[in-house]
């Protein structure tokens, strides 16, 4: 089944303690990005990612790390989180060829206390 | 909002009524489409409309797209239940490669 997977789907955590949002999809995108969702700002791009070890600042990328070592793989990284980064994290990806169609993850629930 | 503005910001009907709902852009572009959203879960693509098309359907949906206005709409026609969601209208964009999506209109369709 073609899809896009984030790990893990919650997750509690403390300011400074460094952690990963991982994101994979099967189905050979070269595109991928991350979103954030926040009540009254609606979603809003971090990263993206054009193809391997390509990548670029969205709108709100302070804060957070991304890597492209792998075509499936797009793992967000915040270094020290804070607790302006709780949000509702998505993953998406699309083709070169039909870059607006974006296949969408089932999202990353995030709590910095 | 970076893209604009959506309206109603909440929708609430009977099932089997229509529910219509309004999303504005503010750039020109080559296609618009529609994802909705059950409560804190992922996005799920809707329909999409190109620029040169005036109306779209899908099954009991109905999107509209007018240019002039930097206007779209989206009419759930008959509606049930399940489709209580929130539903968001999204742009793409080639510089900063992404997707701009509206604040959403929050649809209850009460049994």
């Known amino acids: 089944e073609a899809q896009v997977t984030q790990n893990p789907r919650y997750l509690i955590t403390v300011t400074g303690k460094k952690l990963t949002v991982t994101c994979s999809q099967n189905m050979n995108h070269e595109y991928m990005s991350w979103y954030r969702q926040d009540p009254g700002l609606g979603l809003r791009q971090i990263y993206y990612?054009?193809?391997?070890?390509?990548?670029d600042k969205g709108d709100v990328p302070e804060g957070y790390k991304v890597s492209r070592k792998e075509k499936r793989n797009f793992p967000l990284i915040l270094e020290s989180p804070s607790p302006n980064q709780t949000s509702l994290y998505f993953c998406?990806?699309?083709?070169?060829?039909?870059?607006?169609?974006?296949?969408f993850g089932p999202g990353t629930r995030l709590t910095v206390l | 909002s970076q893209q604009g503005e959506e309206d109603p910001q909440a929708l609430s009907i009977q099932e089997g009524e229509n529910a219509t709902m309004n999303c504005s852009y503010k750039?020109?572009?080559?296609?618009l489409q529609w994802y909705r959203q059950n409560s804190g879960r992922g996005l799920v693509h809707l329909i999409l409309i190109r620029s040169n098309e005036r109306e779209k359907h899908s099954g009991r949906l109905r999107v509209t797209l007018d240019t002039s206005k930097k206007s779209s709409s989206l009419l759930i026609t008959a509606s049930r239940a399940a489709d209580t969601a929130s539903y968001f209208c999204?742009?793409?964009?080639?510089?900063?490669?992404?997707?701009?999506f509206g604040q959403g209109t929050e649809l209850s369709v009460k049994p």
């Open positions: 999204a742009t793409w964009h080639n510089q900063g490669g992404k997707l701009i």
């Open positions: 998406a990806s699309s083709s070169s060829g039909r870059l607006f169609e974006q296949f």
């Open positions: 990612s054009m193809n391997v070890e390509v990548t």
């Open positions: 750039t020109s572009i080559n296609n």
